[in-house]
Nanobody, 118 residues
């Protein structure tokens, strides 16, 4: 069973930077696309950024130019570098991973809170 654990959340001021990490454990077979999603209070969960196993990336419009997703396949870890944070970036950030076996499995982390406030 793959378990995802996020870290790096916290409270920062607008304009600051924050880096999130997500480590996958229990990985017996290679993971496919991994990504970061977020959910703000009263809103639906939304995609922030994704990265495939070969490093191709996809960003939400709100994240383009400010956030960078990266991946270390050897460590089964993805990162999200967030710069120029805005109040509207406040949310719980979740790590997601896909694994193609006989079926497409999808895993979620427990989430890490990011609060942008002055």
């Amino acid at each position: 069973q793959v378990v995802l654990v996020e870290s790096g959340g916290g409270e920062v001021q607008p304009g600051a930077s924050l880096s999130l990490s997500c480590v996958a454990s229990g990985v017996r077979y290679s993971l496919g696309t991994m990504g970061w999603y977020r959910q703000a209070p009263g809103k639906e969960r939304e995609l922030v950024a994704q990265i495939t196993s070969d490093g191709s990336t996809n960003y939400a419009d709100s994240a383009k130019g400010r956030f960078t997703i990266s991946r270390d396949n050897a460590k089964n870890t993805i990162y999200l570098q967030m710069n120029s944070l805005r109040r509207e970036d406040t949310a719980v950030y979740y790590c997601n991973a896909e694994q193609q076996l006989s079926f497409l499995y999808e895993y979620w982390g427990q989430g890490t809170q990011v609060t942008v406030s002055s």
